[in-house]
């Protein structure tokens, strides 16, 4: 059974006890009542029938047995008896006397006496008596007893009830205070004024409540250094993102100042780094590649063609085709740039990209024959795109350029072999959607 509080569990508890004891209590009153009922009216029958030789050998009536109808009546009245009948000699009844009761019963009990008159018999008389009386007394007598008890309940109850609230008082304002504490409110007023355990558990509250707001007013002040500490970190990091931003704005000017310094040399390459910069990052957001790599495909997009700075300038620009000695003058341009950019470092990754970016899927590329998945990822980018910008713009050795159809069909040819052939994918669906 589940209570709402602790007076009610309290009350509960008391008065089953009480009933118990109350119950208990009648049942013991119910037997010895009984008991002694029994004791008393057997007593007074043999009392009342105690009509042997010796008490009926005395003149009782006359010898006409003319007074017997007195005699029955008398015997009658008495509350135990029932019914009396006399007879004669011969078993004639000469009277008969019946006490009728409000509610029948069986006879309790029967006697039967000889009646003798100057010591000659001259009759019998049979009287049978009853336990009504007793019974209606011994019950009148159990409901008097529940009577008592349920006064004796109700008066223990109401002492019950007083006693639990005095007990529970101090409870239920322990509970009242530590909801309070649970919902946040810590200026709760204890008034401890026992030594017992109440007491004790109010001090104990007391003491827990102190804690938690000296917890609180030092979480308070933490949280005001912390907010001070993060604004001023806030601060800061915009400091620094925008010295940061400077910073990259700074080496995108540079790169492209670079990048400049390589095309002021060569009108037929003029803007071809910053086309293969973009043909690249397209394929890069194609395929998510992520923000870091991105950063160094850029970078290495716009510089891959920085190692042309050491080559001859009338190499680079020869209109007729290039001897051994001359291609390997122009094949050595991606070392130089990777040794140019190499021990820069925010472009040292980027510089393993430019030495790369000449090397073929089918591992015939320079400078060091890499293949498929050893070529790394932005370097298999930056040949498509170097590849494609190369044929669709006019150079010394090729005054009319390829068109857009012609040049996507020499890269579809190349895929698998010179090109990585996902990659290929990737770049014409980028490249029909920017057309």
């Known amino acids: 059974m589940k209570f709402r509080s602790i007076r009610g569990r309290l009350s509960f508890y008391i008065i089953i006890v009480i009933l118990l004891v109350t119950s208990l209590r009648i049942g013991v009153v119910y037997f010895v009542k009984s008991q002694n009922m029994m004791t008393e009216?057997?007593?007074?029958?043999?009392?009342?029938?105690?009509?042997?030789?010796?008490?009926?050998?005395?003149?009782?009536?006359?010898?006409?047995?003319?007074?017997?109808?007195?005699?029955?009546?008398?015997?009658?009245?008495?509350?135990?008896?029932?019914?009396?009948?006399?007879?004669?000699?011969?078993?004639?009844?000469?009277i008969k006397k019946i006490k009728l009761y409000e509610e029948q019963t069986d006879p309790f009990l029967s006697r039967r006496r000889q009646i003798f008159f100057n010591d000659q018999y001259i009759g019998n008389i049979m009287i049978n008596f009853t336990d009504q009386f007793y019974e209606q007394k011994k019950y009148s007598d159990i409901f008097y007893e529940i009577f008592l008890g349920l006064l004796e309940i109700s008066f223990l109850g109401w002492i019950v009830l007083w006693i639990s609230s005095m007990i529970t008082k101090p409870l239920l304002n322990l509970t009242q205070i530590a909801d309070n504490i649970a919902k946040g409110n810590l200026d709760n007023k204890l008034m401890s004024n026992?030594?017992?355990?109440?007491?004790?558990?109010?001090?104990?509250?007391?003491?827990?409540?102190?804690?938690?707001?000296?917890?609180?007013?030092?979480?308070?002040?933490?949280?005001?250094?912390?907010?001070?500490?993060?604004?001023?970190?806030?601060?800061?990091?915009?400091?620094?993102?925008?010295?940061?931003?400077t910073l990259d704005k700074?080496?995108?000017?540079?790169?492209?100042?670079?990048?400049?310094?390589?095309?002021?040399?060569?009108?037929y390459t003029r803007g071809h780094c910053d086309r293969v910069q973009k043909y690249a990052m397209l394929i890069a957001d194609k395929i998510g590649m992520n923000a870091r790599?991105?950063?160094?495909?850029?970078?290495?997009?716009?510089?891959?063609?920085?190692?042309?700075?050491?080559?001859?300038?009338?190499?680079?620009?020869?209109?007729?085709?290039?001897?051994?000695?001359?291609?390997?003058?122009?094949?050595?341009?991606?070392?130089?740039?990777?040794?140019?950019?190499?021990?820069?470092?925010?472009?040292?990754?980027?510089?393993?990209?430019?030495?790369?970016?000449?090397?073929?899927?089918?591992?015939?590329?320079?400078?060091?024959?890499?293949?498929?998945?050893?070529?790394?990822?932005?370097?298999?980018?930056?040949?498509?795109?170097?590849?494609?910008?190369?044929?669709t713009s006019s150079r010394a050795y090729r005054k009319t350029p390829l068109t857009h159809e012609k040049a996507v069909d020499e890269i579809v040819m190349g895929s698998g072999t010179q090109f990585d052939g996902m990659l290929v994918d990737a770049f014409l669906e980028v490249l029909t959607f920017e057309a």
């Open 293 to 391: 790599d991105k950063r160094n495909l850029h970078m290495a997009a716009i510089l891959h063609d920085i190692g042309k700075i050491g080559v001859p300038m009338e190499i680079l620009n020869k209109e007729t085709p290039l001897t051994v000695e001359e291609m390997d003058h122009i094949k050595r341009h991606s070392e130089i740039g990777y040794q140019i950019m190499r021990d820069i470092e925010f472009l040292s990754e980027s510089a393993q990209i430019v030495l790369q970016h000449h090397e073929r899927y089918d591992g015939k590329g320079y400078n060091n024959g890499l293949s498929g998945e050893s070529i790394l990822l932005s370097a298999r980018i930056i040949g498509i795109a170097d590849a494609y910008d190369a044929m």
């Open 41 to 94: 009216m057997t007593d007074n029958i043999n009392a009342l029938v105690d009509i042997g030789s010796n008490a009926l050998k005395r003149p009782l009536w006359d010898f006409d047995l003319g007074n017997v109808e007195d005699v029955a009546k008398t015997l009658i009245l008495d509350v135990n008896v029932s019914e009396v009948v006399i007879t004669d000699q011969k078993g004639n009844i000469i």
């Open 194 to 245: 026992t030594a017992d355990e109440i007491g004790t558990l109010e001090n104990t509250i007391l003491s827990m409540q102190n804690q938690l707001k000296a917890h609180i007013d030092e979480i308070e002040l933490n949280h005001d250094e912390i907010q001070a500490l993060y604004e001023e970190t806030s601060a800061m990091n915009e400091e620094l993102e925008t010295l940061v931003s």
């Open 250 to 267: 700074n080496y995108q000017e540079t790169i492209t100042a670079l990048a400049n310094a390589i095309e002021a040399s060569d009108s």
